[in-house]
């Protein structure tokens, strides 16, 4: 939608407080905005536009102690709740290391952040939120009870950018590049090769760069000895699998400027509509099942071994979420979630 299309701040506003309980996500997609576009005609009112800059928010955030950090993209909601510690920042690529927050940043994609102040009942809500280019929210930190809210304030105003007007100016983002070369014409035995010869999974991406091949393309034509397709219920027999043993895993959720990682057992898998979610005390995952086109079963070569991994790809190929058992680098994988993985239901095929 164009800037002169758009709904201007007050009618957002009307459409907010006539939707009290609809979610921003979804208000935004039926006003045809995007959720930055909501969130900025607030600003002067309980919104404060900051800075994305993700050197200050990185180095500064831990002295708001626990606070929830949620990622998401379309398809997956990932929310862990703890301390912002352990910070590497760096040009192209930050990282977050701590216990409970552990995430990989990707500095370029951040465009927009909010701090957002809202009333519920006797309580005020606290977020920092932020945005891409195209207004779509790559990371929210909400505020806890026991928050520190006077480096709340402290940090935003550090960030507070001198421009507060109530709206914000998007451009929109391009799709990651299509890579239309059809799957016969893609060169499996040179892929194989380089496959085969990877020290370290964080390879993978330099040689799908280097073959312009996409990560589902890859699955695809590597071969059933080191990439099989599951039935896409197997995903949820995992969760409950992982849950019952109490085997510790990594659940991956990302956008194109934040991967969200958990470490750790999970304990409470419960569906609720096209929802499956993982309620535990310091986790919470919502994936939409029905999102899922496919899944996979991926196995790649580390020096310690190779590792394995359950990919969920959306309708046009594109990673929802991922999961791994939980390892440390160094040693190798565990055989508890290898053989749980083995297990899972294949994909029926079709007989040739």
């Known amino acids: 939608m164009t800037d002169a299309a758009k709904p201007t701040p007050e009618a957002i506003r009307q459409a907010r407080a006539d939707n009290p309980k609809m979610r921003e996500r979804d208000l935004a997609q039926q006003l045809q905005i995007s959720e930055a576009d909501l969130v900025a005609s607030y600003c002067g009112l309980n919104v404060i536009r900051i800075s994305p800059r993700i050197e200050t928010f990185l180095t500064e955030i831990e002295a708001l102690g626990e606070v929830m950090a949620l990622t998401r993209n379309e398809s997956a909601v990932h929310e862990k709740i703890g301390i912002y510690d352990k910070p590497i920042v760096g040009k192209h690529a930050c990282m977050m290391l701590g216990e409970q927050i552990d995430m990989r ?45 006077e480096a709340y304030h402290s940090l935003v105003a550090k960030l507070r950018l001198d421009d507060q007007s109530q709206s914000v100016e998007l451009t929109p ?38 073959f312009n091949m996409t990560r589902h393309q890859a699955v695809q034509v590597i071969g059933q000895d080191f990439a099989w397709q599951l039935d896409t219920g197997a995903l949820i027999t995992m969760m409950h699998d992982a849950a019952q043993a109490q085997l510790p895993i990594m659940c991956f959720v990302g956008n194109r400027g934040c991967i969200q990682i958990h470490s750790g057992p999970i304990q409470n898998v419960k569906p609720m509509g ?46 929802i979420i991922q999961f791994f058992g939980k390892r440390h680098e160094g040693s190798g994988e565990r055989q508890d979630w290898r053989q749980l993985v083995e297990a899972l239901p294949r994909l029926m095929r079709e007989a040739a």
């Open 105 to 149: 940043l990707f500095p370029n994609s951040w465009a927009h952040g909010f701090a957002v102040e809202k009333q519920d009942g006797e309580d005020i809500r606290r977020s920092m939120q932020f945005f891409d280019a195209a207004g779509e929210a790559i990371h929210k930190i909400h505020l806890r009870p026991n928050s520190n809210v």
């Open 173 to 210: 983002l391009a799709k990651p590049e299509e890579k239309t070369l059809e799957l016969e014409k893609l060169d499996a035995a040179a892929l194989r090769d380089r496959w085969t010869q990877m020290k370290d999974v964080h390879e993978f991406f330099g040689i799908l760069r280097s």
């Open 274 to 319: 096209p929802w499956i979610n993982i309620l535990d005390e310091t986790f919470h995952m919502h994936l939409r099942t029905d999102h899922i086109a496919e899944l996979w079963a991926v196995r790649k070569p580390t020096k310690d071994g190779h590792v394995t991994s359950l990919e969920a790809y959306g309708g046009e190929g594109e990673m």
